[in-house]
């Protein structure tokens, strides 16, 4: 009996031990070395805070992580607007037998590389590419657009990998509420507006801020899609990191400004797990 006991009491362990040591490794081990490395200065020398009071008193750094919250910000913001309406689509107006193939083609866009994706905006929004030549061609504009190395091609570029995020995270709520709640506030004399705002919308949140969460995440630490569609002319914070690296080999400074970001993504967490929380109850 208390050999049978013994190994009942391993096999947990036993089978969370990989995952655990993983984490170990290639998480929590990295993290510690970069939290040591943020405290250290990049001439040498002993432990300092340096690096952090820099990113508060420079305010190129601080108008980086504007940058990089208002890039996320609005990307969040226009994908949850785009993605409900097709999310609702897909789970309220497409056949059910048809929903498959209609998700597996609204995924697509994860299928082909990142880097493909945004380089191909770039070929899109460039000077002579094909939304100047468009507007030209029915004579709206002139001379070509800006549209290449702006914000609004980072946001653009963003939005469209997002968008099907979003989708899916809101199809999955949507596909899991029951129809008696529509049902029974009809009955009650809610129109569809009314069921909608007071009955869907609420149950269906978690779903949007599950979707909106990673949102945040991905696109607050993107480097690829700001350095190709944004270039350098407004930074944001994983641009700002990289710069350190590549030109000035000061990775002390690197680690406190991911560390930064670190934090700013944990508050972000917090914020929506306490909120989720509330609505639940």
């Not at 999310?87 to 597996?104: F, G, S, T």
């Not at 994706?117 to 002579?128: E, G, K």
């Not at 949140?205 to 002319?233: E, H, K, R, S, W």
Request: net charge positive; charged share 10%.
């Amino acid at each position: 009996m208390s050999v049978s006991g013994s190994n009942s009491r391993a096999l947990p362990w036993a089978l969370v031990t990989p995952a655990l040591a993983w984490t170990l490794l290639f998480f929590v081990l990295p993290f510690i070395a970069m939290g040591l490395s943020s405290l250290t200065a990049h001439e040498g020398g002993g432990f300092t805070l340096a690096n952090y009071s820099q990113f508060f008193t420079d305010p190129s750094y601080w108008r980086a992580m504007v940058n990089s919250l208002e890039v996320t910000a609005t990307v969040t913001v226009i994908s949850i607007l785009l993605a409900y309406p097709f999310a609702w689509i897909l789970a309220e107006q497409v056949p059910e037998r048809w929903q498959r193939l209609a998700l597996m083609l609204a995924v697509l866009p994860f299928w082909t590389s990142y880097v493909v994706r945004s380089y191909s905006w770039l070929l899109v929004l460039a000077q002579n590419g094909v939304v100047n030549r468009a507007l030209s061609g029915i004579g709206l504009i002139a001379e070509p657009l800006q549209l290449a190395n702006t914000r609004f091609a980072t946001v653009t570029g963003f939005v469209h990998f997002f968008v099907m995020l979003l989708t899916l995270t809101i199809f999955a709520n949507l596909k899991q509420l029951s129809p008696s709640y529509r049902k029974a506030a009809a009955d009650l004399g809610a129109g569809p507006v009314r069921t909608f705002l007071h009955v869907v919308l609420p149950l269906t949140l978690p779903g949007i801020m599950v979707g909106a969460f990673l949102t945040f995440v991905l696109c607050i630490g993107d480097y690829i899609t700001p350095q190709i569609l944004g270039g350098n002319n407004e930074l944001v914070m994983p641009q700002l990191v990289m710069m350190q690296i590549g030109r000035r080999g000061d990775f002390p400074l690197a680690s406190a400004l991911s560390i930064i970001l670190m934090a700013v993504v944990t508050i972000a967490y917090l914020a929506c797990a306490r909120w989720l929380k509330i609505e639940r109850a």
